[in-house]
């Protein structure tokens, strides 16, 4: 049949042909050079492979100069590798950590141990226990130089020439927190500070004994800005404020011994007397008001046999109730 009547019994036309035509040698072409673009792919793949599966099999990179890693160090001391992992400082997943430096756990304290290892010099080495106390703690604020610790250098510790260790251990922490070498903070304070110890263990005292605080709740043994270490504010009566807010005033009659430091009647650590009182009443207001609005009394057994008021009870508090203070018109003496 003539390709004008099959072009008209299908409806083709001579542009219809020509299109049919194009789009057969453009596949043609598509499909020549896929096949060829696989072959070419393939012989790149077969060189990569290799390639791959030897940078697998590749040695981990050789450790820094002078370093040797963690599995070198814990051949001799095994005990101090399998302590690490349970403390603060041995905790891979965060970033600020020795552990967290891949097999530079030991090393990141220590120094790099390669002259160590060679030659078995101890002193090629940094050991804590033998180093002086500047020296430990200039490795320890490499990385604890924030937060409480920025006040260390000049603080009341440092200049006692006390270090790091003196109160934390690495490897082997006693407590809960802080990686002390004690139990509690407070039987760690009291190694030094045994006076303050022993205070704590009369009949009034602050709730140490108790465990509600420690010695950290007021003071700050890394250094502060305060008086005595102390942690908040910039003296004795803002610590005692921060947790005694109805005594701090101000007040229109304030007490003056109350005013210059609470320290001037109550002793912080702890006292025999009610009320932490660093003296019995009336004996303590006497040490100040010794003839003024009353006689200059002695308050002894005849005091007593005449049922003074003075004696008993809380003694002028008593009457002069509001002894820190007192925003009462009428409150000049303190009576209300």
Request: hydrophobic letters at 30%.
């Amino acid at each position: 049949m003539p390709h004008d009547r099959i072009d008209a019994r299908y409806g083709w036309t001579g542009g219809g042909r020509w299109s049919l035509a194009i789009a057969v040698g453009i596949a043609s072409v598509v499909t020549v050079g896929a096949a060829a673009a696989r072959q070419t792919s393939a012989p790149a793949a077969a060189r990569e492979a290799p390639a791959a599966a030897a940078a697998d099999q590749a040695p981990p990179p050789a450790p820094a100069n002078g370093f040797v890693g963690d599995d070198t160090c814990t051949t001799c001391h095994e005990p101090e590798g399998k302590s690490l992992p349970a403390t603060l400082h041995g905790k891979a997943r965060n970033v600020r950590t020795p552990a967290a430096r891949t097999g530079q756990s030991c090393e990141t304290c220590h120094g790099p141990g390669q002259a160590h290892v060679d030659t078995g010099d101890k002193t090629k080495i940094k050991r804590f226990t033998a180093m002086a106390p500047k020296d430990v703690n200039a490795t320890c604020l490499t990385c604890h130089s924030k937060g409480s610790h920025a006040q260390w250098n000049g603080g009341m510790h440092d200049a006692r020439n006390l270090s790091c260790t003196t109160c934390h251990s690495v490897h082997n922490p006693k407590s809960e927190r802080a990686q002390l070498k004690t139990v509690t903070a407070v039987q760690t304070c009291e190694t030094c500070h045994k006076q303050e110890a022993m205070k704590v263990k009369k009949s009034g005292h602050m709730p140490l004994r108790e465990g509600k605080m420690d010695c950290t709740t007021c003071h700050t043994p890394h250094g502060s800005t305060n008086v005595r270490m102390l942690k908040v504010g910039n003296t004795i009566n803002e610590t005692c404020s921060s947790c005694h807010a109805e005594k701090r005033g101000p007040f229109l009659h304030d007490h003056a011994a109350g005013r210059e430091s609470c320290a001037s009647c109550h002793d912080p650590h702890g006292s025999n007397n009610d009320r932490m009182l660093v003296a019995k009443d009336p004996m303590l207001c006497q040490r100040c008001h010794v003839s003024s609005r009353h006689p200059a009394t002695i308050y002894d057994g005849s005091q007593i046999a005449a049922a003074s008021n003075r004696v008993v009870g809380r003694s002028c508090v008593n009457c002069h109730s509001q002894i820190h203070g007192s925003n009462h018109p009428a409150g000049e003496k303190f009576l209300r």
